[in-house]
Structures are given as structure tokens and as C-alpha cells.
């Protein structure tokens, strides 16, 4: 027998996983008592909308306890044959290391190439940058094992349902070592404490199964044959051949970006988004989302908000929002090269700092980059003279440039700056000396707006932390729609963010696995 539940709980009974457990087994008629039942929980979210904050979850109760197998199955990857066609994977973040494991699936020997270090060795060098503000620009928060995902909040929630299986890409995680929760809760993530040895455990299963991963592996040029991608050659001196190549590489890579279009090779400016970090405490966030004073309990998580607005600057409307809100978290340096500043967000998996941050950016348009002359790269270099201005401004080091949320707003310099997560420090500065005018101006009114919408969000007591420059990359490397390689170079697979695709850990990581899918095709074919 199968009880269908749909409720409506408490907090204190909704995240304490035995009263849960009690209540629905009671709600289905069965006793807690019961050996042979078993709760398929399918999806936890949270409602504020009212003044009393309700958790709706969605359950299965089974009076005798199925075949699990079948509610959360397990993903085999077999041993692979000594004679298993190679293919190239350039990059270790969560497309290049899902793509692996689609390849081990399908009998393909993934030979992964990662620029930076294991995922235990990179921290050496984030403690670097946050302390002695050294960047390593092969192994900091973007690069390395696992990506920028690794050192972030861990987010898995998408909105790209139809490509590909999001709930395959959550097992698979569990199956790596995350807690079953991120099944069934709406908002799912994982916290940058636990990703990394979850990350290594991915590693373990690629190798075990016959593939390579090669770290401090820097790809510095393409081998091309007739049109057909062929290979690779890396900073170490090695080559590297291969059925196909899979670019995975991130949208940090600019490297990547410079070479394919030294060779010609067809790259496009794409839309993107940059702005700022804005810092709460994170008790005010609670208070305003959960209509406390400050207080949430010890049930409720961190809260978190999602916010957009359309601002005008100069007869043009262009879309201000939040991205990659961290609650709970901290504010990092993210910048991949020396001379520049750059700032992201992550999050413990307890999501107990006192913090709350996220990004508050603005849309750019392909109009809007008054860099004609560099063409596909217009994008990428805004990038650069923005943080590298921020670089200069806060004072040539990993100390970002700052200001107060109200101030920022109404055009005053912050005569003092609050306690911070970021530990390279803040310097106080007048932030439109950082920002573009279409950027700072449209901020400004976005954050105006964002006061109306949550009251005590524009406030003094929240600053704002720049520059947040890498939501998402300004290059797309162009590919067929069913094929998925490149228009123009055969055997060529670019991949997930770094070309333009994907957004996230969980649509990374499926497309991923949809270009280790179209590999498979081509070479059977």
C-alpha cells in the first residue's frame, strides 16, 4: 500500500527529520513503530507569503518498503576496455567531470585535463589569495578540481529542466556522498565545506574505471587536421590525442577564448551581466523574509531572496537582479589573474555565517559594449577594465573597493565601511569611480526599487562590495543545435558555461553529459 501525501508542517516538524519521519507515517495511518514502512519524501519548500511560515512537503508513505533501487536508483560505471576510444576533456568542473562519467557509461575513455590543482591541494592557494593577496592564475577559486562550483554556495537548483535529467544528476551526487536532501528539497544545495571531498569521490570513480584526469594540465594550443580537431598541446610540453575534444574549461578561461580566436576559430560575443556584491546581516534578511524580528528559530534555514527590476539610463531599460544569492555565507575573491579584482559568493552547507550576500547585477546587451574593435572579445575585455579599475582603485592589491548601500545610492563616500566576510579587507571608495555610468546609475535605481519591494533591505547597515564581473561568460563558442560540435571544426564539443550554454552547477553538469552523448554518436557512426 502506498499513502500519497501532500501537507502542509510547522518548521520544527518539517526540518527535524524524526518528527517528520513521525508525522507522516502517522498521517498515512501507520505507526512510527511500523519495521516495514517506508517515507519516499519528494519535494520540501518553504511559504512566507503569510505571516506564519509553513513548509509544504510532498510525500509517498509505503506500508511495506519497496525496491529503493527504484526510488533513487544507483549509476553503474563498469571498467573500461584496454582498446576504449580516448576522448579529450579540457577542464574538471562539474561539466567536465559529469561528461567523464557519461563517457565511462558509454565505454569511452575520458582523458580529463585540468589546469589547476586536486581539489585539497587548491586551498593552499585560496589561502594565498585571501591572506597574503598572491593569485595563482592556474589554481584560485575558478580553477582547479570541481570548477568555481566547488568553492561557492553549491547551489543544484535549475530552471533547465529540458536539458536533461535533473533528479539523474542529484543521484548521482548522493551517490557521491551528499545527503539525500537535495532529492526533495525545492531549493536544494550543497555548501563549499562538504563539495570538495564529495568532488574527489567523483574523481575516485573515473579512475577506478579506467579514465585519466592530468592536473596543472593547461592546454596552450589545438591540434587541427583538416578541419577535424585532433589533439591538444599543454604548458608541461605534452600532446594529447583523441577522438573528440569536449571544451569544458569555464568562463573564466579568457586564455581559451584568446586562442580560439587567434586561430580563427569562430567565437561570438554573447550577453552577460556584471555589478556588485551587496552584504546584509543576515538576521535582517530573516527578519524581512520571515516576518521576525531577526529570529528565525533553529528550524528554518538561512533566508534568501530573488529580486529583478527594469531600469532606464539614458532612454534604454535593461534588467537589474539578484545572482547567486548567498545566505548564510561569505563574500570571496575570485580573480584569476594578478592587477584585478573580482568577488563571488559561497556558503557553508550549515549556512551559519551571519552574513547574507549576493550578486546585484546588470543585464549588458551586445549595444551596450562600446568596444567594437575587439569584436567577439567586446565583452571580455569590459570585463577586464572593470576589475582591473577596481584593482587600482581599492589600492593594487586583493583589498576590493566598498561602499555603504545608502551612500552608494545617494552619492556619498562612506566615511566607515561595516565588519565584512571578505577577508582581504575593503577599502572605502566612491563605487561609480569603479563602475561604468550604465551600470553604477542603473544599480543605483535598481537598489531604489528593491527598498520598495523589501522594507529594511536599502539600508546603511549593508554595503556593497565590487566587482562582480563573472555571472556568466561574455564569449559564446558556437555549436550545432543536435550535433553539439562546432560549426566549423569537426570532432570539436564546446561545452556548459565556458561556451556559452549552461549556468550552474546541476545544467552544467547535464551538458556534460549531453556532449559525452553526442561523442558516443559521432564515433559509432
Request: glycine share 10%.
Amino acid at each position: 500500500m502506498k499513502k500519497e501525501l501532500d501537507v502542509v508542517l510547522a518548521p520544527e516538524v518539517a526540518y527535524d527529520p524524526a518528527l517528520l519521519n513521525q508525522e507522516l507515517l502517522q498521517l498515512a495511518g501507520l505507526t512510527p513503530e511500523e519495521p516495514s514502512a517506508y517515507i519516499h519524501k519528494i519535494k520540501r519548500s518553504i511559504d512566507a507569503r503569510g505571516r506564519q511560515v509553513q513548509v509544504k512537503v510532498r510525500a509517498d508513505v509505503y506500508a511495506q518498503a519497496p525496491d529503493v533501487s527504484q526510488l533513487i536508483p544507483t549509476h553503474p560505471y563498469p571498467e573500461l576496455k584496454p582498446d576504449a576510444k580516448r576522448v579529450l576533456i579540457v577542464g574538471a568542473g562539474s561539466a567536465g567531470l559529469f561528461a567523464a562519467l557519461r563517457c565511462v557509461q558509454l565505454g569511452l575513455k575520458p582523458v580529463v585535463l585540468e589546469r589547476g590543482k586536486d581539489v585539497r591541494a587548491r586551498r593552499r592557494d585560496l589561502a594565498a589569495i585571501n591572506k597574503d593577496h598572491v593569485v595563482n592564475p592556474d589554481s584560485n577559486y575558478c580553477f582547479g578540481e570541481g570548477g568555481a562550483g566547488t568553492y561557492s554556495d553549491g547551489k543544484l537548483y535549475t530552471r533547465s529542466k529540458k536539458r536533461g535529467d535533473v533528479q539523474r544528476i542529484l543521484q548521482i551526487l548522493v551517490q557521491h556522498g551528499a545527503t539525500q536532501d537535495i532529492l526533495f528539497d525545492a531549493h536544494p544545495h550543497i555548501g563549499t565545506n562538504k563539495l570538495p571531498i564529495l568532488i574527489s569521490q567523483i574523481r575516485e570513480t573515473i579512475l577506478q574505471a579506467g579514465g585519466e584526469i592530468h592536473f596543472d594540465t593547461r592546454v596552450t594550443d589545438f591540434i587541427v587536421e583538416g578541419k577535424q580537431m585532433r589533439g591538444v598541446h599543454t604548458a608541461t610540453g605534452q600532446t594529447f590525442e583523441g577522438e573528440a575534444v569536449i571544451l569544458a574549461t569555464g568562463h573564466s578561461a579568457r586564455d581559451i577564448y584568446e586562442l580560439l580566436h587567434a586561430k580563427n576559430i569562430l567565437i561570438e560575443a554573447k550577453p552577460f551581466a556584471m555589478g556588485v556584491r551587496v552584504e546584509h546581516q543576515q538576521s535582517l534578511i530573516d527578519g524581512i523574509q520571515y516576518h521576525c524580528n531577526g529570529d528565525r528559530g533553529n528550524y528554518l534555514p538561512a533566508a534568501s531572496y530573488a529580486l529583478v527590476q527594469q531600469v532606464d539610463y539614458k532612454g534604454q531599460q535593461r534588467g537589474v537582479f539578484s545572482f547567486c544569492m548567498c545566505p548564510g555565507g561569505f563574500i570571496v575573491p575570485s580573480a584569476t589573474a594578478p592587477g584585478e579584482v573580482v568577488v563571488n559568493g559561497m556558503s557553508p552547507s550549515r549556512r551559519d555565517s551571519k552574513f547574507a550576500n549576493s550578486g546585484i547585477v546588470v543585464a549588458i546587451n551586445l549595444e551596450d559594449m562600446d568596444l567594437k574593435n575587439h569584436g567577439a572579445l567586446a565583452g571580455l575585455r569590459l570585463q577586464q577594465i572593470m576589475e582591473q579599475r577596481a584593482c587600482a582603485v581599492a589600492g593594487g592589491t586583493q583589498v576590493a573597493p566598498a561602499q555603504r548601500l545608502q551612500d552608494f545610492v545617494k552619492g556619498k563616500v562612506s566615511s566607515s565601511l561595516l565588519e565584512t566576510s571578505y577577508q582581504p579587507g575593503l577599502a572605502s571608495v566612491d563605487m561609480l569611480d569603479v563602475l561604468p555610468p550604465m551600470i553604477g546609475q542603473r544599480l543605483r535605481g535598481g537598489f531604489q526599487e528593491f527598498g520598495y519591494k523589501m522594507r529594511g533591505y536599502l539600508t546603511n547597515e549593508a554595503q556593497i562590495v565590487g566587482v562582480e564581473s563573472r555571472t556568466s561568460s561574455p564569449v559564446r563558442i558556437p555549436r550545432d543545435k543536435e550535433t553539439l560540435q562546432h560549426p566549423q571544426i569537426q570532432n570539436l564539443f564546446p561545452c556548459a558555461e565556458g561556451a556559452g550554454y549552461a549556468g550552474g552547477i546541476v545544467s552544467a553538469a547535464m551538458d556534460g553529459e549531453r556532449c559525452a552523448e553526442q561523442v558516443a554518436l559521432l564515433i559509432q557512426r
